[in-house]
């Protein structure tokens, strides 16, 4: 099985990590390639930097897809999945989408923690759209912007455990780590917080492989191109 | 007070038509000015073509906003209207959120009649986005494309009454005429439907001189650039 | 374009001042007349108030209607709309359910700031009857009758700043001023707050003036006489 | 005990039979007072007549409250049972709320068979406030108006067990008789039907009487006056 | 009338004073029987106690019915509850769902203070399958286990009394008492509180003798056997 | 990895069958053992059936949990499911939930299609607890017993596809099978219907291993024991 996936960022920094990182949680016959846009956003943050990163996604998506049995778009606003969807006959999978279902099986009250504040209204859409509002309690933010995750680790693990807690203080019992740039780091936190913690990276990959083994794929009814 | 309406399709031949709509409903010292996109989409029907068209709108947004007070995006689908929202302070207004909060003041279970099935799942998720999902109870499609509506304007119109009347018999008490290019005909439609029809054209204008002439503009905290 | 405004109380001490206040709001050649109840309540903050007054309204309205073009009812707790609805063929203007749908258009976590506390689970169910409980996100009170808004303004700004700072911190993005005794503080408060603040007087008169030039009234279906 | 039971209607004619239906289904040592308003409407069918008739409940029960236990309304619009709570420290019971909370015991879709369309819109109103619309799924009308049902009571019942038959083919599981000219025929209803359809004025005793036994009064926090 | 109570634990040592608390709330008529599992669990704190107890309730339930008119299951768990309504053609009670549907009459903010706080999720669910989640507006618990509530009964009166007033300040103009071992301690907590404290003994035998009065039973459509 | 499958029913005749159905979507490292009841109901169609096997279920699960990874109970009601978590620290797999989680990646608009019509309510109960209730549009039967699914497997299919062709009218996007006795037929049934049909023993296989490789389990917080 051979996966694709698209960074929606303009830069190729990330994705020898974010390989690795995808490797670390896929089967053994799962081959990844993690492309990156020509040019495009550093990080999509905000609703501008998507709708700039979209059409581009898209292109990058249709040029390189046939090779491929699935699409991850590697960010938790899942940019691009909706249109990819109308018009590829393959599962295309948003980390935040993916996310959310898993969670579902595992806590009927669950917290996403991101990035920067101004993310909360994008995640709360993204929430609506999915018809998971019930099931989400709460959406919080560790004020940091997505250069800054890499740059302190440490401080972005402390700053995780600490908003991870208080969401768990407000009723949550299962945590979706929000940010692409936080993968790898669930498990450490999940220790802290003794709930559990969800990576978007491990469940996109896993959500991927099951999709393509099932031959399932999303419903051309509701995702007509 | 200057109204900047962007038709969000590579044409200009509705500019004329659609200037002479508007300035039908507006006040008379509302001056309007409809543009349309250099090149694009020749109208909005998928995912795909929105997608296309959303950084094309931003961007002749940005260059021509300044000598406007208000900026409508003459289609639907809002497309490109919340990115706008973070980028400018000035009301920016989408015809299907206009005209769900206006018709939300003349009954409680609005009907959506749009042209294409296809755009259905369109709808459902704007209503959602817009939380106004207990209101809207049906969205029904007259099964035309947008560039079919103009050649047998006395087809769209029948179809139009029969399936606003079959939206009023699911219950609806409002309906909404659920695409730009059905401007201009909701008065004819009301009179054989019974129940109020919504015009977007008419109710964007309205909604940009309002909020204007009150000094409103949309919320920075839930739009924030 | 006429309007008239009643004051739902048995007082004519405010009719002047609000006139003035709908004035500075209206549209240049809009004409408006505010009247009040031969008697009355002194104000309506509790449900038995409104069950009086409700009558009281109906009659006026019926007595005054026909030299007008709209009726707004001069009171958010909207008392006597509904009714007039099912007896009138022009637009009747609640207050309340016309600053929800207009500041449905700014953000998506709306905030009611009322007087006193025990009116609280009065607009709650004023939401739910409009369908408006996804988007209301807090109502609060500052804690003085309507009376006593007027004796020390000072003191009503400052407790109003105070409160609309509070559901800012509980998530709001855009306050609504949850009594017309509020009309014509919006600005101030909104400075203060850093968020929109919605003047129910001035909204009123803009969605009079717009469903009036629109030619569209409420549902008959809905409100049936 | 003694429960004063209020026809909101100006005319004494059903007052008898009325009273022989509640002390059917009253116990033994329970006490049934039937009044009705001096002047008032003929039947609550409309906004209007329910508003003209409220202020009236509520001098009459001013009036004769003092030496009973309990109020019970005698009508599914519930008027004034809100406002009357507001003032009274003693259980005010309104048919249609007592009937939809004893309903949720035996069955989770109720469907409301009222008199005319025109009620529809009422219906849903107090299905909203009473914040029951997840257990209501369906509300019908059998087109008589209130002072048809007694005319041609064969009629009457052939089309409340033609619309009963209709909201069980929707899926409803309980049926709720919903105008109180229904009272006693609940059961025969029932036998045709084939699930639980409720007596409006039964139950309204029957809660009466539970909530004076048990020495529970509505939540004046709720209900400020 | 006759009503079985039937406490869903290995222990006859609450049936005498279980009785007790029953009768004094029940009609001079009203016969009561308390019985108890011969072995089974010594309280139902966990989904597996309930599942351990469940069939032997069953099991008791049918060997006894048939000289009462109703059942109560004493635990306000419902455990049961909806079993036996398919087995058995008279009224089964759960002092759960009968709670919720009085205090529905009551105020339309409800709390629900129960034992452990692992007990949360499972009142969580009992409200979504009861549909009263708008209604239930927070659940909190005291931190007792079942046996340890009759070992200092002042420390646990204390405990009910300071999260009531929790669930009040936080809103609720009503509140349950969760957990059948409260019986008999309402009356004392709500003149702390000042809302209306709902026994769940005296709401399930007034249930009880309302339906069996009024020859209603729960649908057998909805609970098919 | 090693996954048991417990089959809820007092008779091993489908244990060899379902084995072979499971290992044909397993990943090849998957070892799949499939057990049943020592005595248990024939099938899980009523409420009774359910709790009679719950027990049975919990038992056989404690007795074998040990070799196994991951825990899936073969039946679309997830029986013992919830039970299981509270007593387990590894993943326990109902198929109806798993399916749920899966189908919201694929379509918004979920159909369930069950065998007896006296299922439904329990469909609609396991809907609502797993907060699915937005996604879940219709829940259909095709009027047949467990037992005579596999009597004529030509009629089942074509039932099957005549429902799931319902559903789609209806407005469904995706269609889940809700009994695990038609696993193996999704594939066929989908090709007629043209939206995903989804096999819920397919699911819960992938489902357990994807949790398995992603070291997460349920939260303890919600499934305390």
Chains 1, 2, 3, 4, 5, 6 share one sequence.
Not at 68 to 88: E, F, G, M, Q, S
Not at 171 to 178: E, P, Q
């Amino acid at each position: 099985m051979k996966i694709l996936v698209i960074n929606p960022v303009g830069t190729d920094v990330w994705n020898e990590s974010d390989k690795k990182i995808y490797e670390s949680f896929a089967s053994g016959d799962t081959k990844i390639d993690v492309v990156s846009l020509e040019d495009g956003p550093i990080s999509i943050e905000t609703r501008y930097s998507e709708a700039i990163a979209v059409p581009k996604i898209v292109e990058l998506a249709l040029e390189l897809h046939e090779e491929y049995d699935a699409i991850i778009v590697n960010c938790c606003a899942d940019p691009a999945v909706d249109v990819l969807r109308t018009l590829l006959d393959k599962p295309v999978i948003g980390p935040c989408e993916a996310s959310l279902a898993l969670a579902s099986l595992l806590g009927k009250k669950l917290a996403i923690v991101t990035v920067s504040k101004t993310g909360i209204p994008i995640f709360e859409e993204l929430v609506l759209k999915y018809k998971f509002d019930k099931l989400v309690t709460s959406i919080r933010a560790i004020e940091l912007s997505v250069p800054e995750i890499d740059k302190d680790l440490g401080r972005t693990k402390a700053l995780l455990i600490k908003e991870c807690k208080k969401a768990e203080e407000e009723g949550a019992d299962v945590v979706l780590l929000g940010c692409i740039g936080f993968a790898g780091l669930a498990k450490e936190i999940e220790q802290e917080v003794g709930i559990p913690v969800i990576d978007p990276a491990g469940v996109a990959i896993k959500v991927a492989e099951a999709l393509v083994s099932l031959g399932l794929m999303h419903s051309r009814k509701r995702y007509f191109g």
